[in-house]
């Protein structure tokens, strides 16, 4: 996922990272084939060249290598929210075919059986952002038919989410917005999609094949580990 998450940025890009894997991604990408794409963290840091993968959006690191700090109402308002973000990476608990996207509740918003993190920046970036990549794991229980609750929305605007990446393939939406899978990794068939995936999922013949990770990118990988903090 991290892998083909990267390869999916090019140099000179303007991209937003989270954390988790979009952050090993985007890291990943400045480190080989993208040294121009220029880092920015929502909570202010803009053009950040950390040493290793920070532990938060917070993390010292962040701002101690950036072009620059704003404020986040600034960030918001003249970054994500006037269009300058090339690249917006997010996640989701579940997705549906059209790419709208739930981060907030499992069940009833009224009485959810899950309450998760909630919105964040995820509907400003979803709706500003030139392109957005989302990352997943690929289960019925994330790929739904009908979402608990929309956060954001994926195909509302344009572009709005051009590629989802997860742990088995990856997915592009089709002419009409709805998503299709367009690429499987090593190992994977598109039975398993179809059995991962709570709805009829449209496959994009010839469906590709993913390039297995390169030992460049394992190693460079690797080194982006997250650092202790007492080091």
């Known amino acids: 996922m991290t892998v083909n998450a990267a390869r999916e940025l090019r140099d000179g890009q303007v991209c937003l990272v989270g954390v988790g894997p979009p952050n090993a991604a985007a890291n990943l990408a400045r480190r080989l084939h993208a040294p121009g794409c220029v880092l920015v963290y929502e909570s202010g840091a803009i053009g950040a060249k950390p040493v290793s993968l920070p532990l938060s959006i917070g993390d010292d690191d962040l701002a101690a290598t950036a072009d620059e700090l704003v404020s986040v109402p600034e960030m918001f308002g003249y970054w994500i929210g006037a269009g300058r973000i090339d690249v917006g990476f997010l996640g989701a608990a579940q997705i549906d075919r059209f790419a709208n996207i739930n981060t907030t509740v499992i069940g009833p918003y009224e009485r959810p059986t899950v309450r998760l993190p909630g919105a964040g920046g995820a509907p400003e970036i979803a709706a500003a952002a030139k392109a957005v990549i989302v990352m997943l794991r690929h289960s019925r229980r994330a790929f739904v038919e009908r979402l608990d609750f929309v956060t954001s929305v994926g195909r509302g605007v344009d572009p709005g989410v051009v590629t989802v990446i997860t742990d088995l393939g990856v997915l592009r939406p089709g002419d009409d917005g709805e998503l299709e899978l367009t690429a499987l ?47």
Do not use: I, M, Y
């Open 185 to 231: 990794h090593p190992g994977v068939e598109a039975e398993d999609v179809l059995a991962a995936t709570g709805w009829p999922l449209r496959v994009r013949k010839p469906v590709a094949r993913t390039e297995p990770p390169t030992e460049l990118e394992l190693t460079e990988l690797r080194a982006l580990r997250v650092r202790d903090p007492g080091e």
